[in-house]
């Protein structure tokens, strides 16, 4: 089992930033990869980032590329999203997620584990 909780959503102006955190418990953490996703009102589900556990190869969305930064403390066992120049259309619940080894980092259905999500708004 993997109990994951994320934190540092809230309310910034477009181009501010905010710095998402994931805390992890549960499993050892070598055997997880870690991803980010986000879902606006009325929309599917939808792939942010994501990076191997033991460190190495990322993963970006093409709409948050350049300005999302994926990255992870395995002494914490917490992942984070550094979200620089944020925009209105990155408004949404944020949720990290966590699968095992193989498969697609960018595919919601690889993801066994999830978070309760936060939220992120950014006004204009």
């Known amino acids: 089992q993997v109990q994951l909780v994320e934190s540092g959503g809230g309310l910034v102006q477009a181009g501010g930033s905010l710095r998402l955190s994931c805390a992890a418990s549960?499993?050892?953490?070598?055997?997880?990869?870690m991803g980010w996703f986000r879902q606006a009102p009325g929309k599917e589900r939808e792939f942010v980032a994501a990076?191997?556990?033991?460190?190495?190869?990322?993963y970006y969305a093409d709409s948050v590329k350049g300005r999302f930064t994926v990255s992870r403390d395995n002494a914490k066992n917490t992942v984070y999203l550094q979200m620089n120049s944020l925009k209105p259309e990155d408004t949404a619940v944020y949720y990290c997620?966590?699968?095992?080894?193989?498969?697609?980092?960018?595919?919601?259905?690889?993801?066994?584990?999830w978070g309760q999500g936060t939220q992120v708004t950014v006004s204009s």
């Open positions: 549960g499993r050892t953490f070598t055997s997880l990869g």
């Open positions: 990076i191997r556990w033991s460190g190495g190869s990322t």
């Open positions: 997620a966590a699968k095992t080894r193989g498969g697609s980092y960018v595919a919601k259905y690889e993801y066994h584990y």
